[in-house]
């Protein structure tokens, strides 16, 4: 089955750094889908993106970067210029083509201080 | 306002009781997943469906029940509570496999 560590438990920045959140990865399967997701203390989980295995391109969305490595079996998720909004628990997830469950990684608690 | 909508929001109940968890996917969307999330355990995958029919299946217990209606509204049937049962229960709906999720807002269980 897949599974996904977030070894980061918790990071704590001051605003306008920058800050990498961790994700490595386990599954069999070739073709597999990654996502990120953000949970504010209000509660709710946020889609932030999703990428599949066969697209390594990284991304960048405004202060938001995506960076996938197949040969690491890495997602990793960088936030450049920190604000205290960002402050959050951030998932990482894999879901399998062949499976229809996501799983979800324990997740990295991000205080950002002013 | 994600599009799902999950009631109710709070439930507190005793244990031994039977309570129900109601789920309302995005407009649109044909699948359907519910999750718990504890602080232990971490968010955990329990159940999918697909336009009615179950699709996937998680770590979810046998006092444990879902179902989709034709109106693809969504039920988690939770009996014989115990406390370890506590937790946020989250719905959450795709267009499709493998898609990004919805999340609704989470019914929070409180198991006395």
């Known amino acids: 089955a897949q599974k996904v560590t977030q070894a980061q438990t918790e990071i704590s920045v001051v605003e306008k750094e920058d800050v990498t959140l961790d994700c490595v990865y386990e599954?069999?399967?070739?073709?597999?889908?990654l996502f990120w997701y953000k949970q504010p203390p209000s509660g709710e989980l946020v889609f932030l993106i999703r990428?599949?295995?066969?697209?390594?391109q990284n991304e960048i969305s405004g202060r938001y970067s995506w960076n996938f490595q197949k040969s690491t079996s890495s997602f990793n998720f960088t936030i450049t210029a920190s604000q205290v909004v960002d402050s959050a628990v951030y998932f990482c997830a894999l879901s399998e083509a062949k499976n229809n469950d996501m799983r979800f990684g324990a997740g990295t608690r991000l205080t950002v201080k002013p | 306002d994600s599009g799902v909508t999950q009631t109710p929001k709070h439930l507190i109940t005793a244990t031994g009781q039977r309570v129900t968890l109601r789920c309302s996917p995005r407009?649109?969307?044909?699948?359907v997943y519910w999750y718990q999330q504890s602080l232990d355990q971490g968010l955990q995958f329990l159940i999918q469906?697909?336009?009615?029919?179950?699709?996937a299946k998680g770590n979810i217990l046998e006092r444990f029940s879902a179902q989709q209606f034709p109106d693809l509204h969504s039920e988690l049937n939770l009996s014989s509570l115990e406390l370890g049962d506590s937790a946020l229960y989250f719905c959450a709906s795709s267009v499709g496999e493998n898609y990004g999720y919805t999340f609704g807002s989470g019914t929070r269980l409180t198991v006395v």
């Open positions: 599954t069999r399967d070739t073709t597999y889908y």
């Open positions: 407009s649109g969307d044909l699948s």
């Open positions: 469906y697909y336009n009615g029919e179950e699709r």
């Open positions: 990428r599949n295995s066969f697209d390594e």
